[in-house]
């Protein structure tokens, strides 16, 4: 039996069949319909389903289920999508109609955080905890919890939403509408513009130099990769993302005393060089001063198809 | 059968005997012995407890359990007090110590956060939900969370510190620590300063009237009735704690999505005229935009001693 998992994003959409031991066999990536109504979503769906078939040797008689992972709000009982900004889809009935396609399969929908922390509870760095925290630094910042042994799905079905909670009242305006919000001290984006900034104040620094003095080429890996070989303005920004990260994190620790906090995104391929100086820092700032368990995604880019795929 | 419930804190030790219908139908008050060895409170609490059955005309085959409430961080399984600053209790061994003195009974322990929680959760404003928060604004600020139907005790059973998340990375400096902690700018004792601050700048003000001129009169309360008469500077300091206080609602809305929030400690007494601005102001910083459920608590002084005598 095969399970299909959809990652859809405002760039692409990513499918995968995948099989009983949760390895993807095979896949495709079509670029999204922007600004097309749902329904040529969903057809290029149905194709790349059949593509998928096709490629394995398989009928609809061998797909167990269906699972779709979308970067928005999501009514998971009624399977559908409420909003979703970057697809440009509100209150889109999309279980059925990817059901009506597909009439013996299961189709599940899921907001894309949720998707991939459930990759990473069921496979990746999640595994066997009973309350635990992902967070994504990416473009923006998103993540999932797991709690009483499950991806929670919010007390209100809402889902949740790390990346704005607040860390600094009085910080940068959010695109939510609220100030100092992680996403905006704690994204990518963050340390691209501050990168960016930086370059154009001091064209010498390393940044310039990883960058080849193009603005449009400074992004949160220069910056970090700038700041590994110990250029002083890459650091000094470096040091004020792991501050305001561990700020996050912390938060986060009091709240829940998680067994483990799980870094996913661009900026989690720091790796150690992250990881180290901000289990320190948030050891510091928690109320229970206890070294907490903070450890990079293992899942990689495979956690949407996967944890689609995974959805019941 | 009788259950008792103590609720020891710094300043008394109060404790109720409570019938199988929840309700207090004994009660005593002593003063916590400051600064003597935990033997001496175990002595205390013995006599106390032979009091209230002699009162209700019982005896120990009446007595169905023993839970005590403490203000610090309890290992709830091998019950035991880690560290609560205010008694002076460090790794105290309180349930063994209770239970040589009542053998046939069950003495239960657990953080005065945790027993209030459950109070509110089996009779007060938390009943029914499976997702909720109480967060009580007193001196400091403290707290509870309903996850999954239960009162959460933590990941990894620290307990969970909702007056230690932070909220303004650059504000005022924590006892624990950390900078702009929930409760150094939600609790009491933030406005009991400010109102302070607000007399001796301008001792003209209604602040000035209620507290009869005198520094050591304006608290939380002064500072409360003092707004609530239309002061200028008293609105002006509620207007900033309630701008605070939604901050704090609004991130714990984000990160669980709660069907309810329920407000304790001194500062809820101000009832509608604190919950009806908060609301607003959630909603408005809320990712979700949505109008959270925001209530006052229901169990009153009396959560301490009801929530203890409720561990089971």
Request: proline share 4%; hydrophobic share 40%; net charge negative.
């Amino acid at each position: 039996m095969l399970r299909i998992g959809f990652d859809i994003g405002g760039t692409n959409i990513d499918v995968g069949a995948v099989d009983e031991q949760n390895r993807i066999v095979a896949r495709r990536k079509q670029p999204f319909p922007k600004g097309r109504p749902y329904t040529e979503t969903v057809k290029i769906m149905e194709d790349l389903v059949y593509e998928l078939l096709q490629e394995t040797g398989s009928t609809t008689d061998d797909l167990a289920s269906i699972g779709i992972g979308i970067p928005g709000s999501i009514n998971v009982s009624k399977g559908t999508v409420i909003s979703a900004h970057n697809l440009g889809f509100y209150d889109v009935p999309m279980r059925a109609a990817v059901g009506e396609r597909f009439p013996a399969t299961p189709v599940f929908l899921d907001n894309d955080a949720n998707t991939a922390t459930l990759a990473e509870f069921r496979m990746g760095a999640l595994r066997g905890c009973r309350t635990g925290v992902l967070l994504t630094l990416g473009t923006g910042v998103g993540g999932g919890l797991i709690l009483c042994g499950e991806v929670f799905e919010g007390g209100l079905g809402h889902g949740v939403e790390l990346g704005h909670m607040c860390i600094d009242r009085q910080g940068p305006l959010c695109t939510c509408g609220n100030r100092g919000c992680v996403e905006t001290l704690c994204s990518a984006t963050w340390l691209e513009e501050q990168g960016k900034k930086a370059l154009s104040e001091s064209p010498s620094s390393m940044i310039g130099s990883l960058a080849r003095g193009q603005m449009d080429r400074v992004d949160g890996k220069v910056v970090i990769d700038a700041a590994k070989t110990g250029d002083p303005t890459a650091m000094d920004i470096f040091d004020r993302y792991v501050d305001q990260l561990s700020t996050a994190l912390s938060s986060y620790a009091v709240l829940l005393d998680p067994e483990v906090m799980v870094l996913g995104g661009g900026v989690s391929h720091a790796g150690e060089f992250l990881l180290e100086p901000l289990r320190q820092r948030v050891k510091e700032k928690s109320f229970f001063h206890y070294t907490h368990k903070i450890v990079a995604a293992e899942m990689g880019n495979d956690a949407g198809i996967i944890g689609a795929a995974l959805l019941r």
